[in-house]
T-cell receptor, first 114, second 116 residues
Framework: NAGVTQTPKFQVLKTGQSMTLQCAQD?????MYWYRQDPGMGLRLIYY???????DKGEVPNGYNVSRLNKREFSLRLESAAPSQTSVYFC?????????????FGPGTRLTVT | AQSVSQHNHHVILSEAASLELGCNYS??????LFWYVQYPGQHLQLLLK??????LVKGIKGFEAEFIKSKFSFNLRKPSVQWSDTAEYFC??????????????FGTGTKLQVIP
C-alpha cells in the first residue's frame, strides 16, 4: 500500500519548457489536491479535484493546468515554466464525505526553473 | 475569508523545554482543525486533529492541542521536547462549502529547532 506517490522527485527546467507532474494514490480517496510550498508562505492550493471528472482552481492556479485522469491519478502541467514556479509541489488526497477529512500527502516534487 | 495565523515563525528550544506554538484562525462557521508536521526533507504528516467533543486533543509523539472557540485558537503543546521534534509545524483549518468541497487553509508554518 504505497499511499500517495509523486513523480519525479526532482526536476530542473529552463524557462519556457513544459512538464507534467504525476500523482497517484491507492487509497480509493475521492478528492485530490495540488499544493506548492514556498518558504514563509506555507502551502498554497493550486488546483483540486473533488471527485473523478471534476477539477477546480485553488488559490494560485495561473500558469498551471490539471487533469484528473481517473480516480487514482491527478496530474499537474506547467505549459511554459517560469522562475516564479520554482517550488516544492505536493499532491494530497482526502476521503470525503465519509472519513476524517485529514489530508494524506505525497513525498513532493522539488522543481527548479532556471 | 478563511485564514490561519501562526505567530511564531522560528522557535529554538533546548531539549526537555516545554513547547507551545500559537495558531489562530478566522472563520465564522464550523471548522475542523489540524496540526501537521514536516520533518526535514519529508512530506507533511498529521500530528492531531479536532472535529468536535473534548477541546483538548492528544496526538502522536506526546503532542496535544487545545481548541478555544472563544479565542479562535488551536495552540499546539508538548511538555518536554526532544531533538527529534526538530521540524516545521503547520496549523490548518478546513470547512465545507455548499458544494461539499473541503476548503483547507494552511498557516505559514513554524520552524522548531531543538538543541541537544
Amino acid at each position: 500500500n504505497a499511499g500517495v506517490t509523486q513523480t519525479p522527485k526532482f526536476q530542473v527546467l529552463k524557462t519556457g519548457q513544459s512538464m507534467t507532474l504525476q500523482c497517484a494514490q491507492d487509497m480509493n480517496h475521492n478528492s485530490m489536491y495540488w499544493y506548492r510550498q514556498d518558504p514563509g508562505m506555507g502551502l498554497r492550493l493550486i488546483y483540486y479535484s473533488a471527485s473523478e471528472g471534476t477539477t477546480d482552481k485553488g488559490e494560485v492556479p495561473n500558469g498551471y493546468n490539471v487533469s484528473r485522469l481517473n480516480k487514482r491519478e491527478f496530474s499537474l502541467r506547467l505549459e511554459s515554466a517560469a522562475p516564479s514556479q520554482t517550488s516544492v509541489y505536493f499532491c494530497a488526497t482526502v476521503q470525503r464525505p465519509q472519513g476524517s477529512y485529514e489530508q494524506y500527502f505525497g513525498p513532493g516534487t522539488r522543481l527548479t526553473v532556471t | 475569508a478563511q485564514s490561519v495565523s501562526q505567530h511564531n515563525h522560528h522557535v529554538i528550544l533546548s531539549e526537555a523545554a516545554s513547547l507551545e506554538l500559537g495558531c489562530n484562525y478566522s472563520y465564522g462557521g464550523t471548522v475542523n482543525l489540524f496540526w501537521y508536521v514536516q520533518y526535514p526533507g519529508q512530506h507533511l504528516q498529521l500530528l492531531l486533529k479536532y472535529f468536535s467533543g473534548d477541546p483538548l486533543v492528544k496526538g502522536i509523539k506526546g503532542f496535544e492541542a487545545e481548541f478555544i472557540k472563544s479565542k479562535f485558537s488551536f495552540n499546539l503543546r508538548k511538555p518536554s521536547v526532544q531533538w527529534s521534534d526538530t521540524a516545521e509545524y503547520f496549523c490548518a483549518v478546513n470547512s465545507l462549502n455548499s458544494g461539499g468541497y473541503q476548503k483547507v487553509t494552511f498557516g505559514t508554518g513554524t520552524k522548531l529547532q531543538v538543541i541537544p
